[in-house]
């Protein structure tokens, strides 16, 4: 699959890239108006459309292998992650310079709108790119301004309280839970360390709280019963 989710990380077979080098090298000019006409406005091409305007600008170079697949592939998600790494990963494999640059080019001209085709492909149309907040302090009391942009062009903006936003938390963590219930598997559920941040956040109100005197449920009973009391009151 060439959709790159964004908390993952993707697989480069940078030795099958190198080895093709010469190839891109000698097409630079037609990957190059491959990339023009798939990243051109609006921006609607599919994974399928990626892969197919980019064998046809490879085409006629001898019989394609799994190995040439896999640089393909390679190519594309160092422009789609806009890869940091990208030279260091090649100059480790031998690359030529002249390879090196133009696959920094393609990452620095094209990357930005290959990564809003990927998050389409992997999250949905609607998929968010940054989220910020404005704390705006009124009448002695903390609000929220929740700041959400929307496919980095369209930001939408949600207007909250600290305490209706543990409301908006829950909602969350119950869309995630039931993903789990759902299909069984952490691994592709669970970023380790974001879900390490949120422990931290917990134990350390955890902490306030019992200094404070409140009672709190024992641990292994909220285990046993996670879904109640989840209608979303704000």
């Known amino acids: 699959m060439l959709g790159v ?3 993952s990380d993707p697989e480069f077979d940078v030795e099958a890239l190198t080895k093709y080098e ?3 090298l000698d097409r630079k000019e037609q990957i190059i108006k491959s990339l023009d006409h798939i990243t051109s406005e609006p921006l609607t091409n599919n994974e399928s459309d990626i892969i197919r305007y980019l064998n046809i600008s490879l085409s006629g170079v ?4 799994e190995e040439f697949e896999n640089a393909m592939i ?3 998600k160092m422009i789609m992650t806009r890869d940091q790494g990208a030279a260091d ?3 480790e494999h031998d690359a030529k310079e002249e390879f090196v640059e133009f696959v920094l080019d393609s990452i620095i001209d094209y990357g930005k709108s290959l990564q809003r085709l990927n998050f389409k492909e992997t999250q949905g149309e609607n998929w968010w790119s940054f989220v910020d907040l404005d704390r705006v302090i009124k009448n002695d009391t903390i609000r929220h301004h929740h700041k959400i942009t929307i496919d980095t062009t369209d930001t939408v903006e949600i207007h909250s309280t600290p305490q209706s936003d ?15 219930r759902f299909t069984g598997e952490l691994e ?11 422990r931290a956040y917990i134990y350390s ?6 200094t404070a005197g409140v009672e709190l449920r024992d641990r292994d009973e909220l285990i046993e019963s996670p879904d109640e009391n989840k209608e979303d009151n704000v």
């Open 5 to 7: 989710d964004e908390d």
């Open 22 to 24: 010469d190839v891109f």
């Open 62 to 65: 001898g019989e394609p292998d």
């Open 74 to 76: 390679t190519y594309l």
């Open 89 to 91: 990963r090649l100059l």
């Open 166 to 180: 543990w409301t908006l938390a829950r909602h969350m963590l119950d869309s995630v839970y039931e993903s789990y």
């Open 188 to 198: 592709p559920i669970i970023d380790i360390a974001v879900f390490e941040q949120v």
């Open 205 to 210: 109100f955890e902490n306030e709280l019992e």
